[in-house]
């Protein structure tokens, strides 16, 4: 690796579609493969958000776990359910929630807040994004904690299916990667894309089954199995709630990866030499 | 080792103003059509570096002179990898090592130690790199124990020491600077220029923007001058 960081070789003939789908490809296998340089500077993020303050980073955990347990019992009674029952299922889906709604909310961000390292040296685009993702997996560990409580209240967890947890927080972290490569480059060029995001996100928070149980909405199902928020959620919430590994979420999941993959990989094939001059 | 080739290179930015950086101009234009669709098109462009070319072998030192604005700097960034070519072509062999602006990176909020390893990373030196360096970095700094408290208690001349102490702890193959590098007060700047001079000798090419004749007479060996992005002229230096 330290023999290609020691050779430059740009070329305006590289646009090409098979140059460029190869810089791209490299952009992004180098991107993920300087760990300690995206986990440097993701926890860097993460310290100089919380520092000079005596909680640190588990303000993270202080206040989400403060927000879940206001909705927890507040929702419970409105919506006439058992605390014991409803209070998991927020704790969850919100925690999820906060993972990937952030996720893209600081993708639209992820070149501008590097502005100054990108104008100034090479380094790969994928590592910027891989630094948010960091960033986000750090927070998640934090709100990890409040399910230890939560669960004490869940008698019908099916533990075995635990194992596919890691993997689901893989898949959404990998998903969060290339989002934040496509949603990076498009909000660096036009700067009203955050905004607009933004407000999706708010109204889908509403939209998604987080608050309100799937099964309130029996009549109307195909809204909520069309809502890729909802699967993202439900890979994780599914197996902690006792439901088992739920597999059409799985597979919905597997095709939106897909999905932002390929987006992912022709933006960067298209505008990768672009965002410098953008930021 | 050391090969710094630049072929016909063109650097253009384009002029990003509001009207074509939103979105709802984009696509009122896409219903509007015509005229308007035309103009936000032809998007005006700067074009700061114009089919430049030259050819630099271990040994080379050249001094890049001009007015402000006549595209040395951008040129300088250029070669450092971090914009793409609008044009033409760069190739470089060797570790590339930039001075343009050594505290980029840094975190007031972060311990002297901390920046240290974020100076380092930007550098693109591996965390285990960074660790062999820290003490002679350290050292070299004389910021003793300054170095665990957050860098904003620093006066800017300690911050420069520290990111000027990063910044040439590195041996540079093909070596990128704005003008020469000054820091501190008398004496720490006296051990400074000998870092400095030690690493410029190190080096194999050096590329230094400068408005001083003194320094390209004493540094460099070739000189271009530059004007609205062009080369207008290219000469060795000789005694």
Redesign the interface.
Known sequence: MSSR?????????HRQFFPALVLAWQDIREGIAAR??WQ??GT?DI??RY??SVLGPFWLTLSTGIMVAALGFLYAELFHQPVAEYLPFVAVGMIVWLFVSSMINESCFVFSESE????????PLTLYVCRMVWRNILVLLHNLVILIPVMFLVDKTDTLAWLSLPFAVCILAFNGIFTGIVLGILST?????PP?IASIIQVGFFLTPIMWKPEILASRAWFVKTNPFYHCIEIIRAPLLGGGIPLYSWAMVVVITAFTDLTGLVFLLRY???V???V | MGLLEVNNLVIDFPVLSMPNRSLKNRVLNAATGGYLAKSSKDRPVVRAVDQVSFSLKGGDRLGLVGHNGSGKTTLLRALSGAFEPSSGSLKACGRIVSLLDVSMGMDYEATGFENIFLRGIMMGLTRKEIEDKVDSISAFSELGDYLTMPIRTYSSGMVLRLAFAVSTSIQADILLMDEWLSVGDAQFNEKAAKRLNEMVEGASILVLATHSDALLKSVCNRVMTMEKGRVINHSLLTD
């Open positions: 960081l020691n050779e430059l070789n740009m070329d305006a003939q300690d340089k440097m500077l860097q310290k100089q520092r000079r100054r390292m990108i104008k100034q040296i090479k380094l060029r036009y700067r009203d894309l607009i990768r030499h672009r410098a001059y953008w």
